[in-house]
């Protein structure tokens, strides 16, 4: 099946969200969210005053992916708890071992190679210049460039909290 994922809109770099925004990141409404955390145990939103829920990065992602599981990929709710049971093993395999698969990478490494032949351009806007040239050269197009770029801010953001 096709993934909503291309239709739903970009993380804000920000650390806490409501629900009323995860709602709209996700596409899914305020009450499906509540009944997914007593579904999935690994949806644990922190609350606060008066029971207000606040969701994190990384829970944000992970209901873009239970949603992907039940709406796009067909998933019963039992079957998307053991694909995301098992997802998450892997991930956690991955981070024992030492591998960190992150979306991008391949084209951010191609684009470096690229942009070390190029001469140094001289200020802030030659550089952005320089590597959107390297980057959508290579057939990236201007969006996947911005979410790239909000991808690796939010990991900053994250790496530095």
């Known amino acids: 099946m096709i993934s909503l994922e291309k239709d739903l809109p970009l993380i804000p770099a920000k650390r806490y969200f409501t629900i009323g925004e995860v709602s709209d990141l996700c596409g899914v409404k305020p009450h499906v969210l509540r009944y997914w955390e007593q579904e999935f145990t690994q949806l644990r939103p922190m609350k606060r005053r008066g029971n207000r829920r606040y969701y994190q990065h990384h829970e944000v992602l992970m209901i873009r992916r239970i949603r992907d599981l039940l709406y796009d990929q067909g998933f019963t709710i039992s ?15 991955k981070r024992r071992n030492g591998e960190v698969m992150l979306e991008g990478v391949d084209d951010l490494s191609d684009a470096m190679d690229e942009l070390d032949a190029l001469s140094e351009p001289t200020d ?7 590597i959107s040239s390297v980057l959508l050269g290579d057939g990236m197009s201007p969006q996947r460039l911005e979410i790239v770029r909000r991808e690796l801010m939010e990991i900053r953001d994250l790496l530095a909290a």
């Open 79 to 93: 079957g998307a708890r053991n694909k995301l049971q098992d997802i998450v093993q892997i991930e956690r395999d």
């Open 124 to 130: 802030a806007e030659g550089i952005e210049t320089s």
